[in-house]
């Protein structure tokens, strides 16, 4: 009796232990943004509520402010973010281990992208430009000073062996020597397939035009700049064109290194899931299918997690993002 007793009692203490143990924490995740000021801050602050919100008791995920896409890849090479945003052209570089990464890559994987940065060479219509090689040597800026913009102008203009008068600046510097005529006119990311909103205030006053590249010139750039996405523009009365093309990258969203399948698959779903809370942050990706934006403009290969939520729904993730 005296034995059974003692069994009881050493069973009901560690039942007692097991009832007042603490349920499981969940998974903490830092979600590497930009500046706070910036609408892609609050596009990944979306995304934390989110993910909140579709697991709550399973993430805990927040939002981290840093120096955008190469801050991003460093820091979740060192595991320090889970995931970060990124553009990607420069994924491409810092997964090839090419460029600015030459010899030190990181292996991150795209999750998805959600904008599309089409680059539009924009040029006044007073200035009897009507193509890039008319730019060779007239006074020109590549876009705003840092920026991947302006890093991708070069490239491009380099390989098509064009050598404009360099104009360097912020955005609204360049854009006020353009309406001074100090310019001929600026590269500029467009928002989806319009002119951004700085574009759109110097044509109210300046009437511009936007240029496209020709089919030799795409030829190149597909071949020597994988990285870069290449974009049909519909044009209009605004660009003063028919349709036309350009290069352009991605904006989107990568994962560290060593995140695993179940938990990138998580995210992809959730946030694929939720188009609602995004577009109440970034109204720009309303309308906007992501998955289909991913897989046709992606240039880096995909993270499998993200592949298992793509093939689910349907899609075919062709080989090269594999």
């Known amino acids: 009796m005296k034995l059974n007793s003692m069994f009881?009692?050493?069973?009901?203490?560690?039942?007692?232990?097991?009832?007042?143990?603490?349920?499981?924490?969940?998974?903490?995740?830092?979600?590497?943004?930009?500046?706070?000021?910036?609408?892609h801050y609050a596009y990944f602050a979306?995304?934390?509520?989110?993910?909140?919100?579709?697991?709550?008791?399973?993430?805990?995920?927040?939002?981290?402010?840093?120096?955008?896409?190469?801050?991003?890849?460093?820091?979740?090479?060192?595991?320090?973010?889970?995931?970060?945003?990124?553009t990607t052209s420069t994924l491409y570089h810092a997964y090839n281990g090419v460029k600015s990464f030459d010899g030190r890559p990181i292996e991150s994987k795209l999750l998805w992208a959600y904008s599309l940065a089409p680059?539009?060479?924009?040029?006044?219509?007073?200035?009897?430009?009507?193509?890039?090689?008319?730019?060779d040597g007239v006074k020109f800026g590549p876009g705003m000073r840092g920026s991947s913009t302006e890093a991708t102008t070069l490239e491009v203009f380099d390989?098509?062996?064009?050598?404009?008068?360099?104009?360097?600046?912020?955005?609204?510097?360049?854009?006020?020597?353009?309406?001074?005529?100090?310019?001929?006119g600026f590269v500029k990311s467009a928002v989806g397939t319009s002119f951004?909103?700085?574009?759109?205030d110097i044509a109210a006053f300046t009437p511009v035009q936007a240029l496209g590249i020709s089919d030799e010139q795409e030829a190149k750039i597909r071949e020597t700049l994988p990285e870069l996405s290449i974009v049909k523009m519909p044009?209009?009365?605004?660009?003063?064109?028919?349709?036309?093309?350009?290069?352009g990258f991605?904006?989107?969203?990568?994962?560290?290194?060593?995140?695993?399948?179940?938990?990138?698959?998580?995210i992809t779903k959730a946030v694929m899931e939720n188009m609602a809370e995004q577009e109440a942050a970034f109204p720009s990706v309303k309308g906007q299918n992501l998955p289909e934006l991913t897989l046709q403009y992606a240039t880096s290969p995909l993270h499998p997690g993200a592949i298992r939520y793509y093939e689910e729904i349907g899609l075919t993730v062709p080989d090269r993002l594999k």
């Open 119 to 135: 680059q539009n060479v924009v040029v006044r219509r007073d200035a009897g430009v009507t193509s890039l090689a008319d730019l």
């Open 46 to 86: 979306s995304l934390a509520k989110i993910v909140n919100g579709a697991y709550p008791d399973g993430y805990q995920a927040s939002v981290v402010e840093t120096g955008a896409t190469v801050d991003n890849l460093k820091r979740m090479s060192r595991n320090q973010l889970d995931i970060g945003l990124i």
């Open 235 to 247: 044009g209009g009365e605004m660009e003063n064109s028919d349709a036309y093309t350009v290069w």
């Open 196 to 200: 951004d909103a700085l574009t759109t």
């Open 159 to 184: 390989l098509l062996d064009i050598v404009p008068d360099w104009m360097r600046g912020t955005n609204s510097e360049l854009a006020n020597a353009i309406k001074d005529n100090r310019s001929v």
């Open 8 to 39: 009881s009692a050493v069973a009901l203490t560690v039942a007692g232990l097991a009832a007042a143990a603490p349920a499981a924490a969940e998974t903490r995740l830092a979600f590497g943004a930009t500046n706070s000021q910036s609408a």
């Open 250 to 266: 991605m904006i989107g969203v990568s994962a560290r290194p060593e995140m695993d399948d179940q938990t990138a698959y998580d």
